[in-house]
């Protein structure tokens, strides 16, 4: 019988005889500084919760925790490098929805099976969307929007942080929930897409809380609904998507701690009950509130049953909008 490269590996680490060579056992775990590997440039959100999460995983587990960017396609390049790190309990990845669950269905060679190559630690976010448009449109709610899209002669642009980011599909969902149709602009991030939409280069867009809340605070911006099924305690006044008329519409951005497939049992444990006990300290959980994100903390187990359904539920939205991108 022939195996294959990832068959042997996955019976090989069962049975003990293939891991990280510098563990003898789960007691001596750690005995040297560890990796959090940031699939994204510095200074956004994952950057910022990796570091939180690590700050307190070093005082917990006596050994630094260094964090290290390894950014590109669509968070790809990061998530791979981790995946190719089997059994090595000192490189650990701060995942992302986009490609955990999402770039699977975007692109032909992730270069990695989320499945297979990793175990879920613990979700540390879950962050909701606001659909905005610049305060210049006359806009005021997901209704007047919808007329504006549909009006005789309308061309309507929206724009997002890129193709295939969670702000992307949101719009896709967006599209396909009501029979409307927008044409995408993909810009190189966040920032620039915000810039777009208050210069009403585009008409709106989906993003993340934390980068619109000033404009909407200085009244430049409307926000006309948030992508949770609950409205969020930051902006109370915000309808839902679902209360807008949006019926079944729910897209977060969620990111979380992940190992490298084929680490010991004890480790994978010890590991979740310190990332838990380290989100749930109240200076990392007033960061990750000021995000938009309610305690979501959770299991290994629940956080795999997650990374399992968005995957099914973004591939749907995919397949239907017949989006693909190269890479």
Known sequence: MTLSRRQFLTSAAALGVVGFPG????????SKPIRIISPYPPGGIVD???????DKLSQSLKQPVLVESKAGAGGNIGTAYVARSRGDPYTLLLGASGPLAINVSLYKNIGYDVAADFTPISL???????LVTSA???????SELLSRIKSPGAKAFYGSAGAG??????????????GTTSTHVAYKGGAPAVVAVLGSEVLYAFE???LV??????????????????RTSLLPSVPTMMESGIADFEARGWYGLLAPAGLPDAIIKRLSEETMKAGRMPDVRAKIAA??????????DEFRKLITAETAKWRGIVEAGKITIEG
């Open 23 to 30: 563990i003898v056992s789960a007691e001596d775990w750690p």
């Open 48 to 54: 910022i919760l990796a570091r939180l999460v690590g």
């Open 124 to 130: 540390l976010a879950a962050t909701p969307l606001v």
């Open 136 to 142: 210049d449109t006359g806009v005021k709610n997901v």
């Open 165 to 178: 980011t969670p702000q992307h599909l949101a719009g896709e969902l967006f599209k396909q929930k009501t």
């Open 208 to 210: 993340n809380l934390a």
């Open 213 to 230: 809340d000033a404009h909407i605070k200085s009244g430049r911006m409307i926000p006309l609904a948030v992508t949770t099924t609950k």
């Open 291 to 300: 995000f938009g994100s309610d305690d979501v903390i959770n299991t290994p």
